[in-house]
């Protein structure tokens, strides 16, 4: 007998760590964690097994395949948008050639077990491309249906992996004689996350979060970005909470694959307003790096996540006043203070 298992790919990662802490604490939960880092110190002890290893080492998954029967997959490991941008052919290859690693194992595991297994997939904004700054005022709260037309490597990868979750689950294998059991794949966009308990890297959204822990360490901060650069952002608990939920949802509410969700939009300028409400004396000033600008420029001021709301009940726990001073803010200055 396989053991049914929970698979979470890119768990060491900041998704992951909240993810692994929120599914841990229903004790059916069997989780096999994989990435290519050893698990943090204090979420190690929360899963079954951990695997250090690489996506796209087929031999390591055909292994765990024979061990293992996944239930779900939560796919988190990728190459976010700034990274990307240096080693563009590698993001493809992890982002994508990973994506499709762990589709096909999904689709022959819904084979085998005659069930689908789900595929839950983090997407991001970073898949929409606004033309012009005139636009992206203009057309402020973007629909999952609009300009996505991404600029980014990292965008490509995820939009074409949305396309593939939509081929796996509804036309895979369309022509064979005996329709297969296909991939119940589900997926959000992200928009900026901010965490309390870790630090982003690789990412363009990456100054919300890199501002406010500079200033809890009492260090200066230099925001690659324009005061009035506006993106819309979530609270980490937010994330893993409408992961959570639309994996929980009934597939017949489902009226589309993959959904925005969002909880508030800032301005560089409103989110430095915010960390010095918490720390008085933060130094933090702005000195924008045009090409990373550029890619903000392209992200949306906000989206529209109604049909979220509409499908699966979603709404976010932590709006722009509760995100900061009831989760970064208290979070923050204690893992500071642990640290001193
Ligand atoms: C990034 O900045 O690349 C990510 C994202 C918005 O998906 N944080």
Same mark, same amino acid.
């Given at each position: 007998?396989? /053991?049914?298992v929970?698979?979470?790919?890119?768990?060491?990662?900041?998704?992951?760590?909240?993810?692994? /802490?929120?599914?841990?604490?229903?004790g059916?939960?069997?989780? =096999?964690?994989?990435?290519?880092?050893?698990?943090?110190?204090?979420? +190690?002890q929360?899963?079954?097994?951990h695997v250090v290893?690489? =996506?796209?080492n087929?031999?390591?998954?055909t292994? =765990?395949?024979?061990?293992?029967?996944?239930?779900?997959i939560?796919?988190?490991?990728a190459l976010?948008?700034?990274?990307?941008?240096? !080693?563009?052919e590698?993001?493809? +290859?992890?982002n994508?050639?990973?994506s499709? !690693?762990?589709?096909?194992?999904?689709?022959?595991?819904?084979?085998?077990?005659? #069930?689908?297994v789900?595929?839950?997939?983090p997407?991001?904004?970073?898949?929409?491309?606004?033309?012009?700054?005139?636009?992206?005022?203009?057309?402020?709260?973007?629909?999952?249906f609009?300009?996505?037309?991404?600029? !980014?490597?990292?965008g490509?990868?995820?939009?074409?992996?949305?396309? =593939?979750?939509?081929y796996?689950? #509804?036309?895979? +294998?369309?022509?064979a004689?005996? /329709?297969?059991?296909?991939?119940?794949?589900?997926?959000?966009?992200?928009?900026?996350?901010?965490?309390?308990?870790t630090?982003?890297?690789g990412? !363009?959204?990456?100054?919300?979060?890199?501002?406010?822990?500079?200033?809890?360490?009492?260090?200066?901060?230099?925001a690659?970005?324009?005061?009035?650069?506006?993106?819309?952002f979530?609270?980490m608990?937010?994330?893993?909470?409408?992961?959570?939920?639309?994996a929980?949802?009934r597939?017949e509410?489902?009226?589309?694959l993959?959904?925005n969700?969002?909880?508030?939009?800032?301005?560089?300028?409103?989110?430095?307003?915010?960390?010095?409400?918490?720390?008085?004396?933060a130094?933090?000033?702005?000195e924008?790096?045009?090409?990373?600008?550029?890619?903000?420029d392209?992200?949306?001021?906000?989206?529209?996540?109604?049909a979220? #709301?509409?499908?699966?009940?979603?709404?976010p726990?932590?709006d722009?006043? #509760?995100?900061?001073d009831?989760?970064?803010?208290p979070?923050?200055?204690k893992r500071?203070?642990?640290?001193?």
């Amino acid at each position: 007998m396989r /053991k049914r298992v929970i698979f979470i790919s890119g768990a060491s990662g900041e998704v992951g760590h909240e993810l692994i /802490k929120r599914l841990s604490a229903d004790g059916d939960n069997h989780l =096999l964690t994989f990435d290519l880092h050893p698990l943090p110190d204090d979420i +190690r002890q929360l899963v079954d097994r951990h695997v250090v290893g690489d =996506l796209l080492n087929q031999n390591t998954l055909t292994r =765990l395949v024979s061990e293992y029967e996944i239930d779900v997959i939560y796919h988190l490991a990728a190459l976010l948008s700034t990274r990307a941008e240096f !080693t563009p052919e590698m993001a493809h +290859r992890v982002n994508v050639e990973g994506s499709m !690693t762990l589709l096909r194992l999904a689709s022959e595991q819904s084979q085998w077990r005659k #069930r689908p297994v789900q595929f839950i997939f983090p997407s991001s904004i970073a898949i929409y491309g606004m033309p012009d700054l005139e636009s992206k005022r203009i057309y402020q709260r973007v629909r999952e249906f609009e300009w996505n037309q991404p600029r !980014t490597m990292y965008g490509c990868n995820k939009l074409y992996c949305e396309m =593939l979750g939509n081929y796996y689950s #509804r036309h895979y +294998r369309q022509l064979a004689a005996e /329709k297969p059991v296909t991939v119940d794949f589900r997926g959000v966009r992200f928009p900026g996350l901010v965490s309390a308990a870790t630090l982003p890297s690789g990412g !363009t959204s990456d100054y919300g979060p890199e501002m406010i822990h500079a200033a809890a360490k009492g260090e200066p901060y230099a925001a690659f970005v324009r005061e009035d650069a506006r993106i819309p952002f979530m609270a980490m608990p937010d994330a893993v909470s409408s992961l959570l939920q639309l994996a929980a949802a009934r597939q017949e509410n489902l009226s589309r694959l993959v959904y925005n969700v969002t909880s508030f939009s800032l301005s560089a300028g409103q989110f430095r307003d915010r960390v010095l409400a918490a720390f008085p004396d933060a130094r933090i000033t702005f000195e924008p790096d045009p090409p990373r600008q550029a890619i903000i420029d392209s992200w949306p001021a906000d989206l529209d996540d109604s049909a979220a #709301r509409m499908d699966w009940d979603w709404e976010p726990e932590y709006d722009v006043d #509760r995100a900061f001073d009831d989760y970064l803010a208290p979070q923050i200055k204690k893992r500071y203070q642990r640290e001193t």
